[in-house]
């Protein structure tokens, strides 16, 4: 049953929510003002949060901002008020705030903004935890590796393939309380001041998707940890396992990678461990099922196995899709063979082409200009050489068209034209 914590300080509207909610299945906390939601907040963690902004003794916002810095923000939170502003609305939902609910609400339009929120939460812990499900050897040692470096403060950079949920993985390692502080490249400079002040205190600083990081950032990011080394503060990147190459070619400095990667820790990809996907895709079943509150339904055992011998260049994400897509095109409660195989070729399709997968090991002009090669054959074949439908499709002008399969090294002639 989700526990939802309801913090306003009219006893009426404590009273009003509590019932609505308790009837549709919810199990609701009552607190009527900020130390009191201070309180269950230390204690437990609920599913969800619904937060007048204004209060007495500590308003809405400035409460959403200490759950934030204390690293407390880890469910998502449904502002409200009887006269809110635009300008309000988007102040909380920058600062984490699910989403913004002006009084009064319709309790049509309050349900569904709560199952919203909560169906986003679970997908995303649901993600977070498939990485680190399975039997296999390879997840065995990768849970016993998270586990190890749960108690330590020593800087990990995550490697991982597109669709192994990286970000998640460095969530796990968040010491719980401490405050969490997330840079990306584009944080340069604007947003940098402001948030290495929040890392002054303490806590996790993530540096996410560091193989984006421009050399002038790169230099930035440095120095920076060069003077922090002795403060305390837990450091976590994420990047894609070709960094390495970029390194090779001087495109990422090296001296900041050995700053990030004290400890390397590398998500192991599906294919690796192909034993797993059956319980995988089942979990990804079974909750889907639960989410929508549809029929159960089931995948057959060869339906299993043909999940198994799949292809999953884009790893866990790309499982997700096509379970989903499978319950949803499925016509009986068995998911047969049939049925997954027609999902996995589509699935396949537009991860592959020719046998060619996508280069994730290459520098991003050259891996774009690959894709972008698989993706104009791919269509070109399927419109029977035809630019007239392949530009209707892409959104490519004719004439550029023209010239971009001609500096992609595409034959047009070959192909039969309408």
Same mark, same amino acid.
């Given at each position: 049953?989700?526990?939802?914590?309801?913090?306003?300080?009219?006893?009426?509207?404590?009273?009003?929510?509590?019932?609505?909610?308790?009837?549709?299945?919810?199990?609701?906390?009552?607190?009527?003002?900020?130390?009191?939601?201070?309180?269950?907040?230390?204690?437990?963690?609920?599913?969800?949060?619904?937060?007048?902004?204004?209060?007495?003794?500590?308003?809405?916002?400035?409460?959403?901002?200490?759950?934030?810095?204390?690293?407390?923000?880890?469910?998502?939170?449904?502002?409200?008020?009887?006269?809110?502003?635009?300008?309000?609305?988007?102040?909380?939902?920058?600062?984490?705030?699910?989403?913004?609910?002006?009084?009064?609400?319709?309790?049509?339009?309050?349900?569904?903004?709560?199952?919203?929120?909560?169906?986003?939460?679970?997908?995303?812990?649901?993600?977070?935890?498939?990485?680190?499900?399975?039997?296999?050897?390879?997840?065995?040692?990768?849970?016993?590796?998270?586990?190890?470096?749960?108690?330590?403060?020593?800087?990990?950079?995550?490697?991982?393939?597109?669709?192994?949920?990286?970000?998640?993985?460095?969530?796990?390692?968040?010491?719980?309380?401490?405050?969490?502080?997330?840079?990306?490249?584009?944080?340069?400079?604007?947003?940098?001041?402001?948030?290495?002040?929040?890392?002054?205190?303490?806590?996790?600083?993530?540096?996410?998707?560091?193989?984006?990081?421009?050399?002038?950032?790169?230099?930035?990011?440095?120095?920076?940890?060069?003077?922090?080394?002795?403060?305390?503060?837990?450091?976590?990147?994420?990047?894609?396992?070709?960094?390495?190459?970029?390194?090779?070619?001087?495109?990422?400095?090296?001296?900041?990678?050995?700053?990030?990667?004290?400890?390397?820790?590398?998500?192991?990809?599906?294919?690796?461990?192909?034993?797993?996907?059956?319980?995988?895709?089942?979990?990804?079943?079974?909750?889907?099922?639960?989410?929508?509150?549809?029929?159960?339904?089931?995948?057959?055992?060869?339906?299993?196995?043909?999940?198994?011998?799949?292809?999953?260049?884009?790893?866990?994400?790309? !499982? @997700?899709?096509?379970?989903?897509?499978?319950?949803? *095109?499925?016509?009986?409660?068995?998911? %047969? $063979? =049939?049925?997954? /195989?027609?999902? !996995? @070729?589509?699935?396949?399709?537009?991860?592959?082409? *020719?046998?060619?997968?996508?280069?994730? %090991? $290459? =520098?991003?002009? /050259?891996?774009?200009?690959?894709?972008?090669?698989?993706?104009?054959?791919?269509?070109?074949?399927?419109?029977?050489?035809?630019?007239?439908?392949?530009?209707?499709?892409?959104?490519?002008?004719?004439?550029?068209?023209?010239?971009?399969?001609?500096?992609?090294?595409?034959?047009?002639?070959?192909?039969?034209?309408?």
């Amino acid at each position: 049953m989700k526990q939802i914590l309801v913090v306003d300080d009219e006893g009426g509207i404590r009273e009003l929510l509590s019932e609505i909610l308790m009837e549709e299945g919810y199990q609701v906390l009552l607190a009527n003002n900020a130390e009191d939601a201070r309180k269950i907040r230390r204690e437990i963690r609920p599913d969800l949060v619904l937060l007048d902004i204004w209060m007495p003794d500590t308003d809405g916002i400035t409460l959403l901002k200490e759950w934030g810095a204390r690293g407390q923000l880890s469910m998502p939170v449904i502002m409200m008020s009887g006269h809110g502003t635009i300008d309000t609305a988007v102040e909380a939902t920058k600062i984490g705030a699910h989403t913004f609910l002006e009084k009064p609400f319709a309790v049509r339009k309050l349900l569904t903004v709560v199952s919203s929120a909560l169906h986003k939460q679970t997908e995303t812990e649901m993600r977070s935890m498939l990485s680190l499900v399975g039997g296999s050897t390879k997840v065995q040692r990768f849970r016993a590796q998270v586990e190890k470096l749960k108690s330590n403060r020593t800087s990990v950079l995550i490697l991982a393939e597109p669709g192994l949920q990286a970000n998640e993985i460095a969530k796990e390692l968040h010491p719980a309380g401490e405050p969490w502080i997330e840079l990306i490249n584009s944080d340069y400079p604007e947003n940098w001041k402001v948030k290495s002040k929040k890392a002054n205190t303490g806590g996790v600083l993530y540096f996410r998707d560091v193989h984006h990081f421009n050399p002038s950032n790169q230099k930035i990011i440095k120095h920076y940890l060069n003077d922090i080394q002795s403060s305390g503060l837990r450091v976590i990147g994420s990047s894609l396992d070709s960094i390495s190459s970029l390194i090779a070619k001087g495109e990422f400095d090296a001296e900041l990678y050995s700053l990030l990667a004290e400890v390397l820790l590398v998500v192991p990809t599906l294919r690796s461990r192909p034993e797993d996907i059956p319980e995988l895709a089942s979990i990804i079943l079974e909750r889907e099922i639960e989410m929508r509150e549809i029929r159960a339904k089931r995948f057959s055992t060869a339906a299993l196995n043909a999940l198994r011998n799949g292809f999953w260049p884009g790893n866990i994400v790309q !499982l @997700e899709a096509v379970v989903k897509t499978s319950l949803q *095109l499925a016509t009986g409660e068995l998911i %047969d $063979l =049939g049925e997954v /195989e027609d999902v !996995l @070729e589509k699935s396949s399709n537009s991860l592959s082409y *020719l046998g060619q997968t996508l280069p994730f %090991d $290459l =520098g991003l002009k /050259e891996a774009r200009e690959i894709f972008e090669k698989m993706y104009f054959e791919y269509h070109l074949d399927n419109e029977k050489g035809s630019i007239t439908k392949v530009s209707a499709l892409t959104g490519v002008e004719r004439t550029h068209l023209y010239r971009k399969l001609k500096n992609l090294g595409i034959n047009v002639n070959r192909r039969s034209t309408k």
